[in-house]
């Protein structure tokens, strides 16, 4: 069983919203260097969208900055990824990622070999 779990992917046209959530069990998601990534097939590299370090500081990809937004509730041991304004183009499977690089967390957003832990995703589907 994946340590983590996506939800919240379903079909939406152009312009709507969603939110997208994982839980995670065996680690807490304030101690941890989180990321969003998604991928078109899963043969395809893994585009990374937005990170959270173990500080609360963000970065996303040119692709969805000012669209999308990264967010965590501690209490809840829940991550978050707010989709805003979505176009066809954001179609994908959507992957939560965990034990990123500590201390090298936002600079790695990319790099999905570097983060240990993954879920099986959550698809998107944005139609015209």
Do not use: H
Not at 48 to 75: C, H, M, P, Q, W
Request: hydrophobic residues 35%; charged residues 25%; aromatic residues 8%.
């Amino acid at each position: 069983q994946a340590p983590l779990v996506e939800s919240g992917g379903d079909s939406v046209q152009r312009g709507r919203s969603l939110r997208l959530s994982c839980t995670g069990s065996g680690f807490s998601t304030g101690q941890n260097c989180m990321a969003w990534f998604r991928g078109a097939t899963d043969r395809q590299a893994r585009e990374g969208l937005a990170v959270i370090d173990e500080d609360g500081r963000t970065r996303y990809a040119d692709s969805v900055k000012g669209r999308f937004t990264i967010s965590r509730d501690n209490a809840k041991n829940i991550l978050y990824l707010q989709m805003n304004d979505l176009e066809p183009e954001d179609t994908a499977m959507y992957y939560c990622a965990a034990e990123g690089p500590a201390g090298l967390c936002l600079m790695n957003m990319e790099r999905d070999w570097l983060f240990r832990s993954w879920g099986q995703g959550t698809r998107v589907n944005v139609s015209s």
